[in-house]
C-alpha cells in the first residue's frame, strides 16, 4: 500500500516571504508547490534589510502566500499532515511573524506544529533533491552564515569549521554596494565578473594558508574598499571594466578560500568511511557559478560525488523547510504552542562559538 505524508512548510526568517507543499510518497519526496515572495524592492533603497520592513511584508504576504501553496498543489488543510515552519535563526520579526500564522493554523485545524531549524532546511536540502543517504558533507553557505557540517542525521550535526567574521554572501553584497552595483549583490558581482580582469588587483585570501577549515572575509571587504579608493583617487571614478575586474578579483578570492577550506573538510569527512562519498553545497552563494566550478573539479579529483541543489532550492524557500518537516514528523517529533522564535539557534550545539562566526550577517 503506497504511504503518503503531506507538509505544508512556512518560511519567513530573513527577506523571502515562501510556503510550499511537499508530500513524500513511498519514501520519496516531490514538491508539489513553492511559492516565494522576495522582498529584495523593499529594501533597495537601504542597502541591505531593514528588520522592521521584512517583518511587515512577511505579515502581509504570509496567509496569502500560504493559500497560493495549497491551490497550486490543488490541495487544502486537510490534506495536510502537519505544518512545519521556521522557527529560526533569523530576523525575530520575521521568525515570530511564521511562527504565529503556523500555531494559528494549527489551532484551528489539529495538525500537529513542527518547529524547523532554517539551518536544518539548507542543510538536508541534498536530501530533498538526491536523496543523499547520511552522513554526507554539506557546505552551507549564505548571507548571513558559513560553514563546513557533517551532517549524520536531521538532528545531528558536527561543525568542522566556519568563518570566523562575515559570511560570503555578506561579503558578495557588500562589494556590490562598494562598487556601485545593485543588490542583492551575489548574482550582480557573479555578472559583473565575467567581463572582469580578476588578476588586475592583488586581493588578500586571509587564513587561507592556516590548517583547518575556519575562513575570513572581512579583510577581503576592507582591501576591496582600498582598491576602489586608489582607483578613484588615480582617475576620479571608477569606469565600467574596473567594476568588472574588482568583481573579478574579489569572485576569485573567495572562491579560492572556499575551494581550499573545502579540501580540508573533505579530509575530515573521508576519515568517516562513507559508503557514498558526497560533498553537497547549500544556502545563496550556492548559486555562484565559479565557485560550483571550483568544488565540481575538487570532487571530480577526490573521487567524490559533488550535490548542487537547483538554484531555486539554494536561495531560502519553503520546500526545505517543509522537508526538514517530514523527516521530524516521521521521528515523531512535534512541536506544541509553547514553541518560540529563536533569534539565534546552532546546529552544533557542542561546538564552540566562534568568535565573530558571521554573526553580522542578515541572519545573525
Ligand atoms: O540563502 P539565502 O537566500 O539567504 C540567507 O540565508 O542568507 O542567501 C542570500 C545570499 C545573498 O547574500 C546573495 O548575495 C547571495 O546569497 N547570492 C550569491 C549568488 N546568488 C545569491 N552570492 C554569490 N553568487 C551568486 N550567484
Ligand atoms: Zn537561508
Redesign the pocket.
Known amino acids: 500500500m503506497t504511504r503518503t505524508v503531506t507538509i505544508l512548510g512556512i518560511e519567513s526568517?530573513?527577506?523571502?516571504t515562501a510556503a510550499a507543499v511537499v508530500r513524500q510518497t513511498d519514501g520519496v519526496p516531490h514538491i508539489l508547490s513553492s511559492v516565494v515572495y522576495g522582498q529584495t524592492a523593499l529594501h533597495a533603497d537601504f542597502g541591505g534589510i531593514v528588520p522592521e520592513i521584512a517583518a511587515r511584508a512577511h505579515v502581509e504576504k504570509l496567509d496569502g502566500c500560504v493559500a497560493q501553496a495549497l491551490h497550486a498543489a490543488s490541495l487544502t488543510l486537510a490534506d495536510i499532515d502537519a505544518v512545519a515552519v521556521t522557527a529560526g535563526p533569523g530576523l525575530i520579526g520575521g521568525v515570530v511573524s511564521g511562527v504565529m500564522l503556523a500555531k494559528g493554523i494549527c489551532a484551528a485545524t489539529g495538525l500537529p506544529l513542527i518547529g524547523v531549524n532554517?539551518l536544518a532546511g539548507?542543510a538536508l536540502t541534498p536530501r530533498l533533491t538526491d536523496q543523499v543517504p547520511y552522513p554526507y558533507l554539506v557546505l552551507l553557505v549564505?548571507?548571513?552564515?558559513c560553514q563546513f557540517l557533517i551532517v549524520k542525521s536531521h538532528d545531528d550535526y558536527t561543525r568542522l569549521g566556519g568563518t570566523i567574521d562575515d559570511?560570503?554572501?555578506?561579503a558578495?553584497?557588500k562589494t556590490?554596494r562598494i562598487l556601485g552595483l545593485p543588490?542583492?549583490?551575489?548574482?550582480s558581482?557573479?555578472n559583473a565578473a565575467v567581463s572582469g580582469n580578476s588578476k588586475r588587483f592583488k586581493l588578500p585570501r586571509p587564513l587561507l594558508q592556516n590548517d583547518g577549515c575556519d575562513m575570513s572575509f572581512s579583510g577581503l571587504k576592507t582591501a576591496m574598499i582600498r582598491a576602489r579608493d586608489a582607483v578613484v583617487a588615480d582617475q576620479g571614478g571608477l569606469t565600467v571594466q574596473d567594476q568588472c575586474d574588482l568583481s573579478a578579483g574579489f569572485?576569485a578570492a573567495v572562491a579560492d578560500i572556499i575551494d581550499r577550506k573545502s579540501r580540508w573538510a573533505l579530509n575530515a569527512y573521508m576519515a568517516l568511511n562513507p559508503a557514498r562519498r558526497v560533498f553537497a553545497v547549500a544556502?545563496?552563494?550556492a548559486?555562484?557559478?565559479q565557485?560550483r566550478a571550483r568544488l565540481t573539479a575538487l570532487c571530480a579529483l577526490l573521487d567524490t560525488e559533488f550535490v548542487a541543489p537547483p538554484?531555486a532550492l539554494?536561495?531560502?524557500n519553503a520546500a526545505m523547510i517543509a522537508y526538514v518537516g517530514l523527516e521530524r514528523f516521521a521521528a515523531k517529533q512535534w512541536d506544541d504552542m509553547t514553541l518560540s522564535a529563536r533569534p539565534r539557534w546552532p546546529l552544533d550545539t557542542t561546538a564552540a562559538p566562534m568568535l565573530g562566526s558571521g554573526k553580522k550577517?542578515?541572519?545573525a
Open positions: 526568517s530573513c527577506d523571502d532554517h539548507h549564505s548571507g548571513g552564515h559570511a560570503p554572501g555578506e558578495f553584497d556590490a543588490q542583492p549583490g551575489g548574482p558581482v557573479q569572485q544556502g545563496g552563494v548559486a555562484n557559478t565557485i538554484l539554494c536561495t531560502d550577517g542578515a541572519k
